[in-house]
């Protein structure tokens, strides 16, 4: 709010100058354009230039401290930590490289305003100059090609380590499920036929890797902190994106692909709360890509733990492979919660 | 058959003249084919900028009403439920409609104001003007050209006005979400007029680029070399070129959608469970659709960009009173950035799963990118170096289209970094960067362009207080609007959504956007002043004289009274570079391309072109 009423006003104090020139309005509505008008528009107008990159500037570094503590706390992965590094270093070179221009920029423009007495440089090229500027360039980015492609290819060649634990991220309209690979950490396979209501990822029972897999009860998943986690993501309709913002993970879910992104929680949510100060953060899994009227809704609790506070709480999740004689009771439970969400969907 | 006849009707025109009455032009034209199925570039570049500046107040007032409701959430407006009806049922808007809005707004914005609107404007103008012809190649395909235009925005206007709403998956329409109407009310009828609409926009889009390729390489008056034309001219034929290439591109794709939309083939879907029954269509890809839609998707920002970064270079060149600085290594960097732009569209795809090593050569294509548009950015620095500024409206406008370009384009450097965009994808870091970058740098350019020639498209002189004034409350309020937004994306919003709250660790935010939408609604406001000056200085403007900027180029030895034919007589003929501002030893601070160097010894120099 605060830097709502200091933007109003410098736009104020402009709006009023320029108003002021209000009164040769009329003059210049009905004619002609001298050059002691154009002379006084020069003047004022490169003033103006001026004091919009300096308040501009100043501005825009008070926001960037300013809203500080609205941007994501530092990242609870281990690539995330690497990228968020890199994307400071990205931040650097670009602001020097934005303070530089746009202040050469204004300044010329406010520096050699009109003057009938004076000529321009005749200056149209200089061949030097130009491979000057196109040479440093190419030498930055380059820089920044190679240290992010090295990110890059670290952090996607990952999946096929193969010591990640294989969660599956399955998204639909409008919600997510969560499938954990169990013991022998292979998920058991699934056909979009199979999908009923009793099964929501159209598991195919028969499948023997199927038999250990187990699936979140409620709108939560939990995973362990410092423990490899290989994500598998689905869909069962449109495309979604799984963005896990707080560990700088993303990636879509495609009907009919399975998509894959390795990653591992460096910090708990126990910590985070610690660190952000805040008693009831909590990471979140949120949808990325426009998937229908509820995108906006498609949202689940990320809870990072301990591995023996994990293991506990898987052991209370329910089996893919229902035990027969529990089935109805539990189908109920989850059908309720799907049935809720969608309820809770519709209702907004 | 029309150049000859454009041809022959100029001598006549010129005789004409003689007799001395300024309407002696149009005296065997009626209304109808003077103002409505014209064939002249002038008067259909007056029909695109027109039709575009409504289009362009629809998709703004669209995008105050999402504002509305992105910084007040749930909080009722009666007055919305008197615009859009059901929609707004007691005041507060439909999170479906939302959508809507917003992929309408994306769509009116890039392919009907800043690609129809400012190539269709801008290029129609200029091309013939400035190459020294009677008109384009082809007047007859120039006015279909215009009437497709015009077509496929009243189909576009109408969807919004269907029963189950207009498209609303986005201006990307990714299937499978655009190809299935279980999936969101707008992918009915609402997607099919959308196609529809978009089919039509690229016949226009071609007819177009065709004739101003054509008009570039045939019909230059005598003298006028590629190397002699002004950047203007090489930026639209680059502009059309690419077009041309890519625009095909999309109605493929459109029309595979067409097909798994209404004939139940799969080329676009697999494995899908929707409304309670699994999809007979297996086999296809929606992936497929992304890359064919991105390889239009990515030449098309610089369809809008070039015609802006072309017209700003003309403006700052002649405003400056000195030559461009590195004009070949403008017209290269152009031609640089409009080749990478066929291969840089996997940019978009990241995290689709793609193979890593291809997103790999991705990010390195598009970080070339930045080269040759630091090239430019820094030649724009050079061209104001020492030079001696008239801060014209449309000066000011190009200046501010450099910034936006610089702002813009950095932020493009994180995006193009696959390990960064990673977490930006899709957040609102990712509306920031392309709002600013390919936005306000286009509309920035647009309305230099506007301000810069509206004495040659209308005979009459823009009011230079409005315009000041305009040019102000939007820079400001275009900045205020746009650059918070890369906060929000920071703090991890998506993009496309209803609103901002969904998750706690938002709600801080709610202050950033209250900021930007107060803005928003300002920038709005700002928009009247022009619209007020653009019409009113329409008919009531002074009368403009021949040359008010003393500029170089061609079109200003036209007579300021528009003719048919352009030049009574013969065509001028071009004796040198458009750029001849400020020369040493020169009498003038300019010396048009008309006059040949036998007339200029004084100021004569080894290596002029
Ligand atoms: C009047 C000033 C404008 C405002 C306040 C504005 C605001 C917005 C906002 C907030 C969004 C994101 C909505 C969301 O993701 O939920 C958006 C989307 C978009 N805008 Fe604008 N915009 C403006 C002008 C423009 C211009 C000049 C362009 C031209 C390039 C443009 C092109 C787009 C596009 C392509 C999208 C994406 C649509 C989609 O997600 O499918 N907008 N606009
Ligand atoms: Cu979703
Ligand atoms: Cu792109």
Redesign the interface.
Known sequence: ?N??LI??V??GV??TA??L??V??AS??????KDET?AR??KW??I??MT?MIA?LGL?IY??LK?Q????PEAASKH?K??DF??NI??A??GI??FI??I???W??YK????AS?????????MK??ML??II??IV?SA??IT??S???R???DVNKGDGMVVQVYGY?FNWITRYAGADNMLGKSN??L?ADDNPL?VDVSDPAAADDIMTKANEMYIPVGQPILFE?DS????H?A?F??F?????C????T??FYMEPTITTAQMREITGNE???Y?L????????????M?MKVVVVEQAEFDSWLKGERPVVPAPEVVPAQNNQIDNTVDNNEAANAA? | MEIKENIHAAPAVSHDHGHGHDDHHDHHQSFWTKYVFSTDHKMISKQFLITAIFMAFLAMGMSMIFRLQLSWPNHPFPFLESIIGKWGKGGVLDSGFYLALVTIHGTIMVFFVLTGGLSGTFSNLLIPLQVGARDMASGFLNMLSFWFFFASSIVMFASIFIEAGPASGGWTIYPPLSALPQAIPGSGLGMTMWLVSMVLFIVSALLGGINYIATVINLRTKGMSMTRLPLTVWAFMITAILGVLSFPVLVAAALLLVFDRSMGTSFYLSDIFIGGVPLDQVGGSPILFQHLFWFLGHPEVYIVLLPALGLSSEIISTMSRKPIFGYKAMIGSMLVIAFLSFIVWGHHMFVTGMNPFLGSVFVFTTLLVAIPSAVKVFNYIATVWKANIILSPAMMFAIGLVSFFITGGLTGIILGDSALDINLHDTYFVVAHFHIVMGSSAFFGMFAGVYHWFPRMFGRMMNKTLGYFHFWTTLICVYAVFFPMHFIGLAGVPRRYYTNTAYEGWDGLININELITVFALLAGVAQLIFAFNFFYSMFKGPKAPQNPWRSNTLEWTAPVEHLHGNWPGEIPEVHRWPYDYSKPGAKEDFIPQTVPASETPESNRPGDH
Request: net charge positive.
């Open positions: 709010m830097l709502l933007i109003a410098l736009l402009l709006v320029r108003l020139n209000v040769q309005l210049s509505l009905s004619g002609e354009d154009q528009h020069d107008n490169g103006g230039m919009f501009g825009m926001m960037t809203y503590p609205f941007m994501l995330g690497e990228t890199l994307l990205n931040f070179v670009i490289v934005f221009t746009q050469a920029l204004f010329f423009v050699y305003r009109h003057s004076r000529r321009a440089y005749f200056y149209p090229e200089n100059l130009e500027w196109t360039p190419t980015l920044l090609i992010g492609l990110s890059w290819n952090i996607t060649n309209q979009f036929r999908i159209g993501f069962r309709d449109v495309l994106s963005y913002p707080h700088r993970a993303q990636m879509n495609v009907p009919g692909m998509t894959r009831k953060f909590d979140v949120v949808c990325n890509k426009i998937c229908g009227v509820a995108h906006y809704t949202k907004v």
